[in-house]
């Protein structure tokens, strides 16, 4: 069975940082396609950062490049986004994501997690 469960979520001022994790089970990292999204309030999720099956490569959302790192463990079979410089803007729940097909992160990946709530504030 297939699951995902974010942690490290919480409230932290802007400029701050905090780092995500996702601990998977029932399938190993490196034959999947894995991201982290985000839906903030009143918003449509987005994603933030993929790394791809097929040449491991990392991406970012514009946004979030030079302030947000991906990283995997796959001894531990979990996955980081670590966010430094944090903003009010980047508020929102925070989700990780599997596919097995596809070579790239997309809207609708095969398998979510719950999320985690992230609060940039004063």
């Known amino acids: 069975q297939v699951q995902l469960v974010e942690s490290g979520g919480g409230l932290v001022r802007p400029g701050g940082s905090l780092r995500l994790s996702c601990v998977v089970s029932?399938?190993?990292?490196?034959?999947?396609?894995i991201g982290w999204f985000r839906q903030a309030p009143g918003k449509e999720r987005e994603g933030v950062s993929c790394?791809?099956?097929?040449?491991?490569?990392?991406d970012y959302a514009d946004s979030q490049k030079g302030r947000f790192t991906m990283s995997t463990d796959n001894i531990k079979n979990t996955m980081y986004l670590q966010m430094n410089s944090l903003k009010p803007e980047d508020t929102a729940i925070y989700y990780c994501?599997?596919?097995?097909?596809?070579?790239?992160?997309?809207?609708?990946?095969?398998?979510w997690g719950k999320g985690t709530l992230v609060t940039v504030s004063e």
């Open positions: 994501a599997a596919d097995l097909a596809a070579r790239t992160c997309h809207a609708n990946m095969d398998f």
């Open positions: 029932g399938f190993t990292l490196d034959y999947y396609t």
């Open positions: 790394i791809s099956r097929s040449d491991f490569s990392t």
